[in-house]
């Protein structure tokens, strides 16, 4: 049953492009299958050497109750959709193959930033900040993978001046 369910996983990781199918890789990290309360299924990869090996990036992150703070008391509330997160960040070429994961249908890498790698939250956090900064603090907050834009009803017809 775990089985039909990691490779339906694994499938539609391929299909939107996170994964790809590799011949050899130097690099190889295993995965674990977690099944949940739902029923379906979390399909990890154990970075654990390749986090060990890795610099950590000392970006700062914003504090839980800071960006409850700023959220605070608004009307509308709009989230990033997690799957496209920081999957949307892409990795770069030379470094896939550091990501690779050994299945029984093939070898893969990663092709984008996946859960799980240690400098994930903070390049991704670094990334989000660059490109919207100027609307930073205005209208948005971003914390990790949640991008938070607070506008209230009397503001969404002006929020074009903005974009």
């Not at 690099?27 to 309360?37: A, C, D, G, Q």
């Not at 970006?59 to 997160?85: K, M, N, R």
Request: aromatic letters at 12%; hydrophobic letters at 50%.
């Amino acid at each position: 049953m775990l089985c039909s369910k990691s490779e339906r996983r694994i499938d539609k990781l391929l299909k939107v492009g996170f994964i790809r199918l590799v011949k050899k890789a130097t690099w190889l990290n295993l995965i674990v299958v977690v099944p949940k309360k739902n029923g379906k299924i979390w399909v990890c990869v154990h970075y654990r050497k390749l986090n060990a090996a890795t610099v950590t990036d000392a970006f700062p992150l914003p504090f839980t109750d800071g960006i409850l703070d700023a959220v605070a008391g608004h009307e509308i509330y709009s989230f990033l959709d997690g799957f496209s997160g920081y999957n949307q960040v892409r990795i770069h070429l030379d470094d896939q193959e550091k990501t690779a994961f050994v299945t029984e249908w093939g070898v893969f890498v990663v092709v984008v930033m996946m859960f799980g790698l240690k400098t994930a939250l903070a390049t991704f956090q670094r990334v989000i900040q660059e490109i919207f900064h100027e609307y930073i603090p205005t209208f948005m907050q971003v914390f990790w993978m949640i991008l938070l834009s607070t506008v209230g009803k009397s503001t969404i017809l002006t929020i074009s001046d903005y974009v």
